[in-house]
């Protein structure tokens, strides 16, 4: 199972970029994929994840990004998206994506819960 996340960069705040996580070896439909940050100095942080689709494929949110950060989902491309509008300082950070072999009913908020991880992608806002 392989991992690759895309679509870091530097961009002043309020702009956006997405991130993209390109899977091999697992159908992302059928897993939750998450995404994660660390920032220089910090554990890495629950950003967002997106839940198979036989437990609704319904997308959850850190209350930090809510209502700027989507999750998405291309089954035909086998891909999870990250659209990360009105990106703030506080944004910065390294970006992985992880996948979770097991099926919990529990948030799967936490790294732990996720078994597969690609390369992290960096974010950083700077003006």
């Known amino acids: 199972v392989q991992l690759q996340a895309f679509g870091g960069g530097s961009v002043p705040p309020g702009e956006s970029l997405r991130l993209s996580c390109t899977v091999s070896?697992?159908?992302?439909?059928?897993?939750?994929v998450g995404w994660f940050r660390q920032a220089p100095g910090r554990e890495r942080e629950f950003v967002s994840n997106i839940r198979r689709s036989a437990y609704g494929g319904s997308g959850n949110y850190a209350d930090s990004v809510k209502g700027r950060f989507t999750i998405s989902r291309d089954t035909a491309k086998n891909t999870v998206y990250l659209q990360m509008n009105s990106l703030k300082f506080e944004d910065t950070a390294v970006y992985y994506c992880?996948?979770?072999?097991?099926?919990?009913?529990?948030?799967?908020?936490?790294?732990?819960?996720?078994?597969?991880w690609g390369p992290g992608t960096l974010v950083t806002v700077s003006s």
């Open positions: 992880g996948l979770a072999e097991r099926h919990l009913a529990a948030p799967m908020t936490r790294t732990v819960d996720f078994d597969y």
């Open positions: 070896g697992r159908t992302v439909s059928r897993h939750t």
